[in-house]
């Protein structure tokens, strides 16, 4: 199972919003809506921002969203602040008997 | 509060064999699916191994299977991962996490895992 596809980098300045995509195959993010989001802060473990592809856990702010459309899922963050400078992963469920694979993995920096 | 804290890493040389645990806390640990994901040094992360709440059903990553055993104990809320002939390639971060509706909810601090000569 091939990771899924997302750039290495994205940025954008304070207030402004940023966009990650995250390309996989119709066996996986096509196949399922189960796409989730994880933030990682440098030496933290990760942290589960969305999951089902737009459903956000109690205490994510509002200003993380995300879609799918097709075999791309992508994370959105409004608003942006300095506390979201962090590597994003997605992930995505793939119903195979290696059931779940993640993104490459993109750094957001607010810049 | 959700708590998972795992133990177990170190530094092993290549072929020798470690055992991870991931003590959980704060729901109900039999009734949880429950994960081991780890990340190499300055890398992304990689989905390892799951197991359902019972222990009946798991699944392991292409790069452990025949080597790495996941299992439970539900009577401890203990979650175990045994890893065999380990691979420099095995170095890393072992993260053990909370599964349900197929998202990783909730994380431990990890466990750093070292396999070198």
């Known amino acids: 199972q091939s990771a899924l596809t997302q750039p290495p980098s994205a940025s954008g300045s304070p207030g402004q919003s940023v966009t990650i995509s995250c390309t996989g195959t119709s066996s996986d993010v096509g196949a399922y809506n189960y796409v989730s989001w994880y933030q990682q802060h440098p030496g933290k473990a990760p942290k589960l921002m969305i999951y089902?592809?737009?459903k956000r856990p109690s205490g994510v702010p509002d200003r993380f969203s995300g879609s799918k459309s097709g075999n791309t899922a992508s994370l959105t963050v409004s608003g942006l602040q300095a506390e979201d400078e962090a590597d994003y992963y997605c992930n995505s469920y793939t119903g195979s008997n290696n059931p779940y694979v993640f993104g490459t993995g993109t750094k957001v920096t607010v810049l | 509060e959700v708590q998972l804290l795992e133990s177990g890493g170190g530094l092993v040389q290549p072929g020798e064999s470690l055992r991870l645990s991931c003590a959980a806390s704060?729901?109900?640990?039999?009734?949880?699916?429950m994960s081991w994901v780890r990340q190499a040094p300055g890398k992304g992360l990689e989905w390892v191994s799951v197991i359902s709440g019972s222990g009946i059903i798991t699944y392991y990553a292409d790069s452990v299977k025949g080597r790495f055993t996941i299992s439970r104990d539900n009577s401890k809320s203990t979650l175990y991962l045994q890893m065999n002939s380990l691979r420099a390639e095995d170095t890393g971060i072992y993260y053990c996490?909370?599964?349900?509706?197929?998202?990783?909810?909730?994380w431990g601090q990890g466990t750093l895992v070292t396999v070198s000569s």
């Open positions: 089902e592809v737009s």
């Open positions: 704060g729901f109900t640990f039999s009734s949880s699916a």
């Open positions: 996490a909370r599964t349900e509706a197929y998202a990783f909810h909730h």
